[in-house]
């Protein structure tokens, strides 16, 4: 289980967090949706280990979490396959084993024929698939997301999301993903919050039903599920 | 091959252009004042033949080494700690200023009363020089490094030589690099300059003995000896770093 209870974080005088609680079960994908500023990042880094709370617990499943940020974030001066394998060679992992498991990797995300290229060979969407792939291979704890698809088109997006669930299906694993997209929220989570603040405050949370693995965009509780959000995250606009 | 021969025409024509001012000078005046390029040729030849140039180059190259590797170390490494604590870089700040900006010849004449004639003085000072600017290029480098890239590495857990060899070096490079090049050329600068004050041996020493010798075709020669120290440290050492710091933007 990871678990914030009662985090308390200020920034000078700006408080983001103040006594936040959360968890996310063994097996739980938690998205957390909510305007920008509100404190999402903050409190991924302190439910990382990132960033010390000034106050309040933070309960993380033993182990290596593994990140995914909003930029993808690799080694301009390494190749795709040096990028992903780059937690395994922190944790000193031999050169052969670590050439093995980045090559079934980058197989699995559809990046075998760029395993030696550099990040500014890629496109944007290979580069976040590295990204991810650097996360998955660590075999992390638990996975947290930082809008890491924000910036690729719908298609990339809907894509990623479905890499990441076959990942999380092989490795259950608790998981907090932060996200804008609706539909991203409403295919990938067990359960979503929607923040307000800062201070972050939960506004509201919605548990779905059927397993991420077997939904469909078009399915009626996605749709659903997407209707409630954006009701609640969408400001009423003046009449045209 | 074409970008190749364009790449060395220009400069090739600039070394002609220069050589034929200095045929033309030499004409114009006394060889005492102004030797011509054969002369200087011929005195080089000489001091190759009986020994003395390499003797000295040899020893000159040793104090250059020594005063570049302890300059670059000294400011890369002060430099790297600077980076990540403004409170050093502040307490570092004005005592190199004060190396870099003193005039060398004030740095000569001090050392020369500190350690009298002999290899230190040379070395004392190059490192003086060489050191701030090495600095002040690791330290430009530790600013512009990615901070987003940072907390990256330290997410999945790289640390010490790692984190070094993965991020640190290959991100400071470039910065590392140019701040190399001008430490080197001006290590063999000084370092020429404070031999040719302070000791007995060395391309400056031989240089100054070959002014009150009024041998001016001497004094050029081992002019043209020091730019080929200058030539060296380019060609030898930091080029080839360089384009191997280089290699992954190669990559289209």
Redesign the interface.
Known sequence: MLALDGVVKSYGPARVLDGFSLEAGDQEIVCLLGPSGCGKTTLLNIAGGLLAPDAGLVRRPPGQPGYVFQEPRLLPWRTAADNLGLGLLAQGVPKKAREAIVARYLDQLGLAGAAHLYPHQLSGGMRQRVALGRAFVVQPACLLLDEPFKSLDIGLRLTLVRLLLEEWQRRPRPVLFVTHDTAEAALAAHRIVVLDGPPATIRAEIALHTPPCERRPDDAEVLQTEARLYALLAKPLPAL | MATGARRFCWPLLGVLLLVALWSLLAALYPPILVPSPMAVLGALGRLAATGVLWQALGLTLLRLAAAFALGSVLGATLGLLAGQSDALAGLLRPGLGLAAGAPPIAWIALALIWFGTGSLTPIVVAVLVTAPVVFDATFQGMRALDR??V?????????GA?LVR??YL??LAPHLLAGLSVGAALTVRIGVMGEFLACDRGVGSAMALARTQLNTAEVVAWVLVALALLWLSEGVLLGPLARGAAA??Q??
């Open positions: 987003d890239l907390t990256m590495a330290r997410a999945f857990g790289l640390q790692a993965e991020l290959p991100a992954w933007r990559e289209a």
